[in-house]
């Protein structure tokens, strides 16, 4: 027989009992509803929480930018200093309040029909930062900038429309060596090309004699201020000569009423950088980025676990008997048992000496032989007929007992195997080599 045996187990006798299984099973009720209960409460607290969305673009101006045109330095200097800051994603002017202070620092193009929409002169403090440079995000660290162009004269010219009362124009010439006029004390300092403004209808608080770099405008309590060059509040120009007092300075003069500061907060609009609050529906926020994902993830579940739960399709299936009986029961019973008891080897090695005596009776061998002689006996006939390997070798190696038990339990049953194909091909020559390595 081969080593090796499959058994295809037929149908249960008659007479035996039948029990019916359901095709839903209550455990994958109990699994479902749950994971549909846990999905929901997972996209609400998710959607709950206040994070912006993401810009397509982190590295151009902006509070969350740490690159050089970001502002994220001077959002860290004014909290370091016990400014109350905050960055709004939705309605910038809600969150300023009556009396905060808005700025609203390089508008993009895109955006700057939405800040329009705004009314930016409903705002009580209001900073207005003119835009000046396109940048180009750097492919390994996109937080960074790769390169910075200067942004044509318009786009800066449309940004100061949002304050249809300033009524300047805006133009660009060589950073001043030094300024005719500064209100705050503190000369801010730059290089290469300024961007400044013609102060028409604004009081000049920081200029040269033929542009402003600060400009103000008041209507009562209101106060307006315009910032034309944004290099002086940048990451890279923070750092340079007396900057960072300069815009400390600046936010104080604006902030200022009475001759004392005002408690509200100052909120930099990230509106005009692409940013959104998230939405407050759970369930609209279930189907935007990037919960989406999740929603996705979490049907797919769903579906695993329907699937998985469901017995077949169809009517309901007759479950396995309890107790098994039959040739095939009875043959898999034994084989478990001789397993369970560790008797690989004896079995083993009576399967060899089993085989060789059955080859031995088909090629009619002498009787009265001892093992020895009917080894050799029996090698001589298969080097006569051409048979791969030998019978005594195959014999040694099962007999072997040195090595660990996953090393024995290989050889073993290679052996078993060997000897099987052996027999095939000393008894039936050839074809029998064939039919023994198909059957295996």
Same mark, same amino acid.
């Given at each position: 027989?081969?080593?090796?045996?499959?058994?295809?187990?037929?149908?249960?006798?008659?007479?035996?009992?039948?029990?019916?299984?359901?095709?839903?099973?209550?455990?994958?009720?109990?699994?479902?509803?749950?994971?549909?209960?846990?999905?929901?409460?997972?996209?609400?607290? /998710?959607?709950?929480?206040?994070?912006?969305?993401?810009?397509?673009?982190?590295?151009?101006?902006?509070?969350?930018?740490?690159?050089?045109?970001?502002?994220?330095?001077?959002?860290?200097?004014?909290?370091?200093?016990?400014?109350?800051?905050?960055?709004?994603?939705?309605?910038?002017?809600?969150?300023?309040?009556?009396?905060?202070?808005?700025?609203?620092?390089?508008?993009?193009?895109?955006?700057?029909?939405?800040?329009?929409?705004?009314?930016?002169?409903?705002?009580?403090?209001?900073? !207005?930062?003119?835009?000046?440079?396109?940048?180009?995000?750097?492919?390994?660290?996109?937080?960074?900038?790769?390169?910075?162009?200067? !942004?044509?004269?318009?786009?800066?010219?449309?940004?100061?429309?949002?304050?249809?009362?300033?009524?300047?124009?805006?133009?660009?010439?060589?950073?001043?060596?030094?300024?005719?006029?500064?209100?705050?004390?503190?000369?801010?300092?730059?290089?290469?090309?300024?961007?400044?403004?013609?102060?028409?209808?604004?009081?000049?608080?920081?200029?040269?004699?033929?542009?402003?770099?600060?400009?103000?405008?008041?209507?009562?309590?209101?106060?307006?201020?315009?910032?034309?060059?944004?290099?002086?509040?940048? =990451?890279?120009? !923070?750092?340079?000569?007396?900057?960072?007092?300069?815009?400390?300075? /600046?936010?104080?003069?604006?902030?200022?009423?009475?001759?004392?500061?005002?408690?509200?907060?100052?909120?930099?609009?990230?509106?005009?950088?692409?940013?959104?609050?998230?939405?407050?529906?759970?369930?609209?926020?279930?189907?935007?980025?990037?919960?989406?994902?999740?929603?996705?993830?979490?049907?797919?579940?769903?579906?695993?676990?329907?699937?998985?739960?469901?017995?077949?399709?169809?009517?309901?299936?007759?479950?396995?008997?309890?107790?098994?009986?039959?040739?095939?029961?009875?043959?898999? =019973?034994?084989?478990?048992?001789?397993?369970?008891?560790?008797?690989?080897?004896?079995?083993?090695?009576?399967?060899?000496?089993?085989?060789?005596?059955?080859?031995?009776?088909? /090629?009619?061998?002498?009787?009265?032989?001892?093992?020895?002689?009917?080894?050799?006996?029996?090698?001589?006939?298969?080097?006569?007929?051409?048979?791969?390997?030998?019978?005594?070798?195959?014999?040694?190696?099962?007999?072997?007992?040195?090595?660990?038990?996953?090393? /024995?339990?290989?050889?073993?049953?290679?052996?078993?195997?060997?000897?099987?194909?052996?027999?095939?091909?000393?008894?039936?020559?050839?074809?029998?080599?064939?039919?023994?390595?198909?059957?295996?």
């Amino acid at each position: 027989m081969p080593p090796q045996l499959r058994i295809a187990q037929g149908p249960p006798d008659e007479g035996q009992g039948i029990v019916k299984q359901p095709a839903f099973s209550s455990q994958a009720v109990i699994l479902i509803v749950l994971c549909a209960v846990a999905f929901f409460a997972l996209s609400a607290l /998710l959607s709950s929480k206040g994070d912006p969305g993401v810009s397509a673009d982190r590295a151009g101006p902006g509070a969350y930018s740490v690159s050089a045109v970001g502002y994220a330095g001077f959002f860290d200097l004014l909290k370091e200093r016990g400014v109350p800051v905050l960055i709004s994603a939705g309605d910038p002017l809600s969150d300023a309040g009556l009396r905060g202070t808005l700025i609203v620092a390089a508008p993009e193009a895109r955006f700057i029909a939405g800040a329009r929409a705004m009314d930016l002169e409903r705002a009580q403090r209001l900073l !207005l930062v003119l835009p000046k440079w396109e940048v180009r995000p750097d492919e390994d660290k996109p937080e960074w900038i790769a390169s910075a162009e200067s !942004l044509p004269m318009f786009i800066a010219q449309e940004a100061l429309a949002l304050i249809p009362s300033a009524g300047s124009r805006v133009f660009r010439k060589e950073w001043p060596v030094r300024w005719t006029v500064d209100e705050f004390g503190y000369e801010p300092s730059g290089a290469g090309i300024a961007q400044l403004i013609r102060p028409d209808g604004m009081k000049v608080l920081v200029g040269d004699g033929d542009g402003a770099l600060v400009a103000e405008i008041t209507e009562g309590d209101r106060k307006i201020l315009v910032l034309s060059d944004p290099d002086v509040m940048s =990451n890279h120009g !923070l750092i340079k000569g007396q900057n960072a007092a300069f815009m400390v300075a /600046l936010i104080g003069a604006l902030r200022e009423q009475d001759g004392s500061a005002i408690s509200a907060s100052v909120v930099f609009d990230e509106t005009v950088h692409g940013f959104h609050a998230a939405s407050a529906s759970p369930y609209h926020a279930l189907f935007s980025p990037p919960f989406s994902v999740v929603t996705v993830l979490a049907f797919c579940s769903v579906i695993v676990m329907l699937w998985a739960g469901y017995g077949r399709f169809g009517a309901t299936r007759d479950a396995p008997p309890a107790l098994g009986f039959g040739k095939a029961k009875l043959i898999d =019973n034994s084989a478990r048992l001789l397993d369970y008891g560790g008797h690989h080897a004896a079995i083993l090695a009576r399967y060899v000496r089993m085989t060789v005596r059955s080859a031995a009776r088909a /090629l009619h061998a002498p009787g009265g032989l001892d093992e020895p002689s009917l080894v050799e006996w029996l090698d001589r006939i298969g080097r006569s007929r051409g048979v791969n390997g030998s019978c005594g070798g195959i014999l040694s190696r099962a007999n072997d007992t040195r090595g660990t038990k996953s090393e /024995l339990a290989r050889r073993r049953f290679s052996c078993a195997m060997d000897i099987y194909l052996w027999k095939g091909e000393i008894i039936n020559g050839s074809a029998g080599r064939g039919r023994n390595r198909q059957s295996h």
